[in-house]
């Protein structure tokens, strides 16, 4: 992976390795006081947790590991001031609480020896056995790449990573292990930007990874220690509301576990209820999803009831219902559908006792600990003998627990640039699920707000590559069409592959949006160039240079590319800034020259105006307009209405005003963002709030605004009372994952009531 705690000279300082005298790493160093004293897990202690779970651990092997890494690690100290070896056996100890197998342990104690030592790899399998010396290597951290761009570098190190944890999940253990005591003692690194940069490395692959596979407490873990670093404004906010409403429904809580709790009692059910608060990070992603407010969030509190059977589950299902009112469109069965990491539960909602909303997750004492700790709640002691049990992991789940991995390797398969894989293993990683159906009755499980491409290459690639068209129950259905849990989809094929640029649009899924990449890579090389050629020669010309009077062998060298013809490629993807380009040839120009080329461009009407959206069916001299009414930005989905003398008008999918045009499908067009606009430009865009009228409050929400990155261009106030006001804000943002940021922070904000995106 990219560079962490331990790659940094601040974290790790290399001394000499070799013997250390043991009770001399326990004395009190010079200008420490005893209570900074590190706490190290003896090797008795780590011992007796692996022995309490796994009678025929090799204690022998234990003991050679944990000796082996305190002396390979010798001196060497961390940001803390603590000995490093304290933190590959704080490691060891994560995953001995997740009853991980011996040669697990061992590799968690070794995992920086290769890297962090004068070890090898024979070294390791010579001492230890050819089975610790492959997770060794395979958690080792991979040397760091000689890129120019840290995050190619990243996407480099997650590509080889994904690899390596595919072949065995035990790799991912140690991995995530790993980074969870870096990031518990983050707090240690000096520098801001480099807490924040690990912190959104964390929340952008690790927690991801950890959800993939269903650690549920790991995830929550690093997702909450990430937030604390790279918003912490926004994570306080939130604390404190929910300490004001743990002060105001702590009773109500009690006594809701009480109720439900009696008349399990009284049905003959014998069941373990419980209340549990959301977590701030958790909240801040549903603030950001959903246009609502934090007074309005109804499952800030939910209960969970553990049960001894699945035959319970449903009939304390049958319990609930029959005592209190179900919400309708609230009740989830992930017991017979389990989400693609094994997750396993009933979810319902009722108005329970005194009208409160209760949202219950109903589940067995198996599926409670499989949620808890995904795939590694299956590595039990049976027949004499310690390891995964892949039986009880099928009839537990009913599925394999590195099918999302697995994915993701199919995501590799397609070849294409290592920013395309983040992309693509996000999209993967993050989002939840909806289940469909072939027509022979074959279940497919997809994201949330998947499509009917989405659904044809989950089938099968040669079915998503020669896709025409989708019969959505029976009837033909247009491709942008969001799919439903329930309906059955029959894809209508081609003779022959075929695939636009638009049609990435019509997908949600990393593995149908890279194998459309695959596709047309080949076609829009050419326009890549063409529009990176025009970039450099706009910034040159801002500069008073010309491009014909210089040679670009400089910057050939500087970006790794063999011609021109390649460098105005990886300027139009946005791998190469046009602005490096004119610095790197020009070395001696000024500062502000430099900033004054490099800015970021407005999305505007305009000659350039094709610059930022494209579509096959546009026309050569198609007029783009962006719609006011909507404000499209990089990162929505958006569609072209065409109008007269080739005027074609931008909106945002989702916008009110498509619906004029529902039966007019010869107006339509497909669009999609360029690279260009999703990497550096600027859109205008409008939000409304409802803010509590009160002295300084306006100011406050300006500056949460301006904290979050947004630049204000223009403030109406629309409607003003005693108590609130309605402002509409324009805000110029990077794109539409940048504006969303901005809304969760206004949401979080006690004095907002509501904040919304103007559509209208």
Known sequence: MAETLDDDPEIATALPVGGVDLPTLYDDAPGRAPAARPKVLRQYELIERVKSYDPTADENLLNRAYVY???????????????????????????????????????ALLHDVIEDTSATRNDIAELFGEEIAVLVEGVTKL??????????????????????????????????????????????????????????????????????????????????LAFEQINPRARTAIVRRLEALRATQGQA????????????????????????????????????????GFSQLSDIYAFRVI??????????????????????????????????????????????????????????????????????????????????????????????????????????????????????????????????????????????????????????????????????????????????????????????????????????????????????????????????????????????????????????????????????????????PAGQVLETVFPGMKADEHAAATARRRIQDGPDARMFVRGVKLGSGAKLHFAECCTPAPGDRIVGIAGEEGRVTVHAIDCAVLAHYEDREDMWRDLHWTALAEQSTVSAVRLTATIRNAPGVLGQVCTIIGEAGGNIGNLSMKRRQSDFFDAEFEIEVRDARHLTHIVAALRACPFVEEVDRAKG
Request: glycine share 8%.
């Open 69 to 107: 890494a305190m002396r390979m690690h010798g001196s060497q100290t961390r940001a803390s001031g603590d000995p490093y070896f304290a933190h590959p056996i704080e490691v060891a100890g994560i995953l001995t609480d997740y009853r991980l197998d011996t040669a697990t342990i061992c590799s």
């Open 143 to 224: 040397s760091r790449l000689e890129l120019n761009e840290e995050h190619l570098r990243q996407a480099e190190n997650l590509r080889k990573f994904i690899l390596a944890i595919s072949r065995d999940v035990r790799v991912l253990m140690i991995k995530l292990a790993d980074r969870l005591h870096n990031m518990r003692t983050l707090g240690f690194l000096a520098k801001q930007a480099k807490r924040e940069r690990i912190a959104r490395e964390t929340l952008d692959i690790y927690a991801p990874l950890a959800r993939a596979i269903g650690c549920h407490r790991i995830c929550s873990e690093l997702e909450e």
């Open 253 to 292: 809580v009690a006594i809701v576990s009480g109720e439900v709790s009696a008349r399990l009692e009284e049905s003959g059910v014998p069941a373990r209820v419980y209340g549990r608060e959301k977590h701030p990070y958790s909240i801040w992603r549903k603030l950001q999803r959903k246009s609502i």
């Open 307 to 576: 049960v001894d059977t699945e035959d319970d589950c449903y009939r304390v299902l049958g319990v609930v219902h029959r005592a209190w009112s179900s919400v309708p469109e609230r009740f989830k069965d992930f017991i017979s559908t389990p989400k693609r990491n094994n997750y396993r539960s009933l979810h319902t909602t009722v108005v329970g006792p005194r009208g409160m909303r209760i949202e219950l997750q109903i589940r067995t004492e198996v599926m409670d600990r499989v949620a808890e700790e995904g795939v590694a709640a299956h590595w039990v002691y049976k027949d004499r003998s310690y390891g995964f049990d892949a039986e009880a992991a099928e009839a537990d789940g009913g599925r394999d627990p590195m099918n999302n991995l697995r994915q993701l390797v199919q995501v590799l398969e397609n070849g294409g640039d290592a920013e395309e894989l983040v992309e693509h293993a996000k999209l993967e990683m993050f989002l939840d699920q909806v289940f469909v159906f072939t027509p022979k009755g074959r279940l497919i499980s997809l994201p949330t707000g998947a499509m009917p491409l989405d659904f044809a290459y989950a089938v099968h690639t040669d079915v998503g590559d020669t896709t025409v068209g989708a019969k959505i129950n029976g009837e033909l259905r247009p491709l942008r069409t969001a799919l439903q849990n329930g309906d059955v989809v029959e894809i209508v094929r081609g003779p022959k592959p075929v695939a636009w640029p638009e049609w990435q649009s019509l997908t949600i899924t990393g593995r149908a949006r890279s194998a459309i990449r695959r596709h047309i890579r080949q076609g829009e090389r050419e326009a890549l160039a063409r529009m990176g050629r025009a970039s450099i020669d706009e910034i040159f010309s801002r500069a008073g240079k010309s491009r014909s009077d210089v040679s670009l062998r400089p910057a050939l060298d500087r970006f790794g590319v063999t011609s021109e013809e390649e460098l105005f490629v990886a300027v139009g993807r946005g791998r190469a």
